[in-house]
């Protein structure tokens, strides 16, 4: 089973920026899809950003050049730099794997979950 742990959230005024950690184990990431998603208060879970195994990036509109996915594949980590931040970027932000090379965005396309780090923007 693959097991995802996530780290670096935390709360920051509206224009700061937070880097997201997420270490993985069970899986290499440089094999499969990986991703960002987001659940704020009293909405569904959206995908913010996917990493395939060949590097190729997929960003949702909202993240209009603020976030940037990225991977280590020595350490076996992906992680999510976020500038820029505003308030409606507060929520539960989840790392996930899906066991393919090609990404998909939905919710049920991931098999696998971290436990969620909350990111609080504040104005």
């Known amino acids: 089973r693959v097991s995802l742990v996530e780290s670096g959230g935390g709360s920051v005024r509206a224009g700061g920026s937070l880097r997201l950690s997420c270490s993985v184990s069970?899986?290499?990431?440089?094999?499969?899809?990986m991703a960002w998603f987001r659940q704020a208060p009293g909405k569904e879970r959206e995908a913010v950003a996917t990493i395939n195994g060949r590097r190729n990036r997929y960003y949702t509109g909202f993240v209009d050049g603020r976030f940037t996915i990225s991977r280590d594949s020595a350490k076996n980590m992906i992680f999510l730099q976020m500038n820029s931040l505003k308030p409606e970027d507060t929520a539960i932000y989840y790392c996930a794997a899906r066991l393919s090379t090609w990404c998909r965005t939905g919710v049920t396309d991931f098999s696998d979950w971290g436990q969620g780090t909350q990111v609080t923007v504040s104005s």
């Open positions: 069970g899986a290499t990431v440089a094999d499969i899809c």
